[in-house]
């Protein structure tokens, strides 16, 4: 079934010129670019985007991290969308990351990993509300070549 889901180039990924290879992973994958956008996330937006997190001991390095620079969310769409493009990422750690995943590829460190990317569709629906409102998407299921 046809999904969307949000990914978000992370400071560490974005810094480093990353966002090039990372959307032409995304894109040699099938998943159609339908919103993208460069966002200084606060650290109140950060705990915000983060709450389900919160009170895990990494909680405050993170929401510090993902703060302390540029991110870019990317929402993407695709059949089987949120699924494939977690198995795309590859693991939370990129030294655990299979060969060919983003993380594998473009990580460096658990918290400083690339990317991040919706672990359910419920929560893609409310990531991708974060980020866009309705005229920052295109569905390219309304596009015929
Ligand atoms: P994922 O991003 O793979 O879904 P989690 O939801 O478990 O992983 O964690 C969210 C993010 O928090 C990770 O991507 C990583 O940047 C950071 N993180 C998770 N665990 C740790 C840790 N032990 N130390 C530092 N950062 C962590």
């Known amino acids: 079934m046809l999904e969307l889901s949000l990914v978000m180039v992370k400071p560490d990924a974005y810094s480093t010129k990353k966002l090039g290879t990372i959307i032409s992973m995304l894109e040699a994958n099938d998943f159609h670019v339908v919103g993208i956008k460069s966002v200084n996330l606060t650290k109140e937006l950060a705990k915000r985007f983060y709450f389900v997190h919160e009170g895990k001991e990494f ?50 460190t658990k918290q400083q990993n690339a990317v991040h990317a919706s672990d359910s569709v419920e929560n893609a629906k409310k990531e991708i509300r974060f980020f866009f409102s309705d005229i920052e998407l295109y569905s390219y299921r309304f596009i015929r070549y």
């Open 59 to 108: 909680f405050e390095r993170l929401t510090d991290y993902m703060s302390s620079a540029t991110v870019a969310a990317i929402c993407v769409e695709k059949d089987n969308c949120v699924t494939d493009l977690r198995k795309l990422i590859g693991a939370t750690d990129p030294a655990q990351a299979e060969e060919g995943t983003i993380r594998k590829v473009c990580g460096m």
